[in-house]
């Protein structure tokens, strides 16, 4: 597994890849050897793309590696389009299990790959912003980006 990190218009980003796999995009450094490899770049260049307003999707392969009700939400969590938000328990509904919407809420904080698995897109029922591994400025900026939050 390697990772690489970069500095970016919301601060440093880490990316790592295993197995031409992307499998984390994360706020803080990973514990594995430190390679920029030519998949990293491409990771690199389509999240420079959306941090510059240029890009609404990601074309990368990517690897989960969780448990399968973190997983599942995490799938869940792709389906939620570019400008749009969903609520924790939306998630919950979309998933078939609507009373889980607290461990949907833990499994989002836990979501390896911020951004391109856009945790930032969910929003208390209320809509209001709730955590964000980056933080509530960064989880912001985001939804500013996509013209969600003002």
């Given at each position: 597994?390697?990772?690489?990190?970069?500095?970016?218009?919301?601060?440093?980003?880490?990316?790592?890849?295993?197995?031409?796999?992307?499998?984390?995009?994360?706020?803080?450094?990973?514990?594995?050897?430190?390679?920029?490899?030519?998949?990293?770049?491409?990771?690199?260049?389509?999240?420079?793309?959306?941090?510059?307003?240029?890009?609404?999707?990601?074309?990368?392969p990517i690897k989960f590696v969780g448990t399968p009700f973190q997983i599942s939400v995490w799938k869940a969590l792709q389906s939620i389009p570019y400008g749009q938000t969903a609520?924790?328990?939306?998630?919950?509904?979309?998933?078939?299990?609507?009373?889980?919407?607290?461990?949907?809420?833990?499994?989002?904080?836990?979501?390896?790959?911020?951004?391109?698995?856009?945790?930032?897109?969910?929003?208390?029922?209320?809509?209001?912003?709730?955590?964000?591994?980056?933080?509530?400025?960064?989880?912001?900026?985001?939804?500013?980006?996509?013209?969600?939050?003002?």
């Open positions: 597994m390697f990772q690489y990190s970069y500095i970016t218009s919301i601060g440093e980003i880490t990316i790592a890849e295993d197995n031409g796999r992307i499998t984390n995009v994360a706020y803080h450094k990973l514990n594995c050897e430190i390679r920029e490899t030519p998949l990293i770049k491409k990771a690199y260049k389509e999240l420079s793309e959306y941090l510059s307003g240029h890009r609404k999707s990601f074309d990368i609520s924790y328990k939306d998630i919950a509904n979309l998933i078939e299990n609507p009373r889980a919407y607290r461990a949907v809420g833990l499994a989002n904080n836990k979501n390896p790959l911020v951004i391109i698995v856009p945790c930032h897109r969910v929003v208390g029922a209320d809509g209001s912003l709730t955590g964000y591994a980056g933080g509530i400025k960064i989880k912001e900026k985001l939804l500013e980006l996509e013209k969600l939050y003002k």
